[in-house]
């Protein structure tokens, strides 16, 4: 699980966000090394397609050097980030291109999946195996409606509290709690079809 | 985090959540994560970025993205999808409506952009921030006016929370769409709108119009459309899809109630009608031939 996005202060050794405000080229730089791992991350999980996070990535970094004068320099950007991120999903998930690419690939059909491990430390073995639960539990995600799988991977990866994922959103706590519940029970019967 | 202090995970979430913690993490492909790294850094990507996005997207859709794939496509059929690709992207660009330009601004403080607040009184901030894509809170007591070329006047007011859709495309595929989660918008269309489709979708309802002024009012019992002049089409969203649309014609309003409780019908209240036909009258000079700032 990532680090949890914090709500006060910038880290005192992230990117220097004074220089992001004034778009030099130096603190974009460190911005973009301190968060397009992460971004990509969660936008991939949320689409479960590369072109459509790649897309996504883009337009979230668009978005952040649009909005770069608004920064504040005192507070963490993470939750900034999450929100535009989460915003561009849905957009995409509103989209055509989205519709096309979910209805013409089924959830065994996940290019790009196996080429994403991490396989340090693993052998040739270990390797398929880990690829194969990734695909499966990628698959499991997939399978829940966006609201719902929006709610676990801002839970699950970004380790978000339920007011946090609320305020992302739109939405009240107790709502959010549901809706995670919802798709926890559901991802449960997924991966057990799934023989997880 | 806000965890409740009793709240332990059981058997089968903590089974769910160990598989979703192993599961790898996704990574970029590095020569994308390279060019978009160079783009955001130079600042290319304010050209490029919305453009070269879609074009993406365009392609993944293409049956041609496989075979060139494969490189199985002779040269000259690649050539004419690439010719095709440039032809949609040009014409792509010159079919995008004119931007949103703000034309009034009432009341004090800051208005909520991408979570970023931004002062009401600094206007060249407010345009270049508004958007379309931008998700937009309006405080209690605010009021912005957008406009966009001849085509669409909107205004934001109280606790409105929105996101700022595109406006509609000059010649080709004339639709727009506008998502409202909460407050009152209010719609007026120009004489470029002539052809165009607008669909305003609440968490409770659809609004369909191809031509009017209206009022959207989300609450939280549900939502109510309230015409001033033409017909809109109002329905309520039953699992996602919009249902029963019904027209509702000028002077008439429907409420579309939260939950299993049929729509409402009713006179517009003479408070609504009035502010929509001020708005209307406000607008009319940038629908009908203001000079604009593009």
Known sequence: MNSSPGQGDAASDGPDLEGVRRRDPAALAAFFEAY?????????????????????????????????????????????????ATN????????????????????????GLRETLHSAGRGPEGDTLAAERTRLVQGALLALRPPLREVVVLREYEGLGYDQIAAIAGLNEAAVRKRYSRALAEMGKHLKKAGL | MNERPDEQPNEEEARIKRALLEASPPSAQSSFRERLKDSFVSGAIEVSGTAEARGRARRKASPIRGLSRRGRAPVWIAAAAAAAAILT??????????????????????????????????????????VPGAEVKIPD?????????????????????????????????????????????????????????????????????????????????????????????????????????QPVPGGRLRFVWKGNRPPSYDHMRDMERAKLAEFRDAQRPWLEGAPTHE
Not at chain 2, 147 to 174: D, K, Y
């Open chain 2, 89 to 130: 992207i040009v014409v792509g660009t010159l079919n995008q409506g004119q931007k949103w330009m703000v034309t009034g601004v009432r009341g004090e403080g800051t208005v909520l952009v991408d979570g970023q607040p931004v002062s009401l009184t600094d206007r060249t901030a407010l345009n270049q921030v508004l």
């Open chain 2, 141 to 245: 007591g605010v009021e912005i006016d957008l406009v966009t070329g001849g085509a669409m006047a909107l205004q934001l007011t109280r606790r409105t929370e929105l996101t700022l859709p595109p406006p509609p495309p000059r010649w080709i595929n004339r639709r727009a769409e506008i998502h409202v989660r909460y407050g009152d918008i209010r719609v007026t269309t120009g004489p470029d709108f002539h052809g165009s489709h607008l669909e305003i979708v609440t968490p409770d309802a659809d609004v369909d119009v191809t031509g009017t002024t209206f009022a959207v009012i989300v609450q939280t019992n549900g939502t109510c459309v309230c015409v001033l002049e033409g017909t809109a089409k109002v329905g309520r969203i039953v699992a996602g899809v919009p249902t029963d649309m």
């Open chain 1, 36 to 84: 397009f791992d992460r971004m990509f991350a969660l936008v991939y999980r949320l689409l479960g397609d590369r072109t459509l996070a790649e897309d996504a990535a883009q337009e979230v970094f668009l978005k952040v050097h649009r909005g770069a004068h608004l920064l504040d320099p005192s507070r963490d950007p993470v939750p900034w980030l999450l929100m535009i």
């Open chain 1, 88 to 111: 561009v999903c849905r957009d995409f998930w509103r989209s055509g291109a989205y519709r096309l690419s979910h209805t013409s690939l089924s959830i065994d059909d996940s290019p």
